[in-house]
């Protein structure tokens, strides 16, 4: 699983004086998390010592030495937090989300292209000659549906995993977000939060939308399931007709094998 990207950088003077205490409050909930004496994890403690260090010193340092101190430490926080994912075990950030973002990794369903040699295509696009015939156009068309209906249901489904998600987690992420940080895996929990959220959390506009959203994916499992319908009955024809070619295979060869021992 990837680390995520730190999302700005330490030799930045451009940076705001509010993400520059963000990015320290997140050093300070680092610290916390990794223990500076509890802790039988000798790289752990060491780390939580020297981010703490670090810290205290941009915090207290003269006026004239600030500048350096607090680029030592905000470069300090954001390369732990860029290694958040090598953090000890119980003591990673995101550790209760790994499963399930090592199933998103394995899946990628926020790729807009569908998985089978991203086959979407628009039609629009082929000159005439490449244009497959109305059987296979209408054939495709069911593909591109059931892949873009699969992506929703596995989006359904990961967000429902995460509904019990402990609130440290949640917290990590608004920390994260208030430091102006980034990474696939923050946004892929941001994502999945928001989606296993209260509706009244939302303001009306986004309740509206998020209804809007529900009611078409709704609409499009109905399809979907009407069409996987027509195909589990295809399957079955085929089926039979595989198992009577079959039987009627062996009853020709259990003849032949009759007529050689009469003879």
């Not at 509206?208 to 069409?227: N, P």
Request: glycine content about 6%; proline content about 4%.
């Amino acid at each position: 699983m990837r680390s995520g990207s730190r999302g700005t950088s330490s030799s930045d003077r451009d940076r705001q004086p509010r993400q520059l205490q963000e990015v320290l409050a997140l050093g300070e909930a680092l610290v916390a998390e990794l223990g500076l004496d509890q802790s039988n994890d000798v790289l752990g403690r060491w780390m939580a010592h020297h981010l703490a260090g670090l810290i205290e010193k941009a915090k207290v340092v003269a006026p004239e030495e600030r500048a350096e101190a607090e680029d030592r430490c905000f470069a300090a926080v954001l390369e732990v937090w860029r290694h958040r994912n090598c953090l000890p075990h119980g003591h990673r950030p995101f550790e209760p989300m790994e499963r399930v973002l090592d199933v998103i990794t394995a899946l990628d369903p926020d790729e807009p292209r569908p998985f089978y040699n991203r086959i979407a295509l628009n039609w629009d696009d082929l000159d005439d000659v490449d244009l497959p015939t109305p059987n296979e156009k209408q054939l495709l068309d069911v593909v591109r549906e059931f892949d873009q209906v699969a992506r929703d249901v596995l989006q359904h489904l990961l967000a429902r995993a995460v509904e019990g998600l402990p609130e440290d987690t949640r917290v990590w992420v608004q920390r994260a977000q208030a430091a102006g940080l980034g990474g696939r895996d923050l946004t892929a929990i941001r994502r999945l939060i928001l989606l296993s959220g209260k509706l009244a959390a939302f303001g009306r506009q986004q309740q509206d939308a998020h209804i809007d959203a529900l009611r078409s994916q709704l609409d499009q499992l109905e399809r979907f399931v009407e069409t996987a319908k027509v195909v589990r009955d295809n399957l079955a024809g085929r089926l039979a007709a595989a198992e009577a070619e079959r039987s009627a295979s062996e009853e020709v060869k259990e003849r032949g094998r009759s007529e050689e021992a009469d003879d």
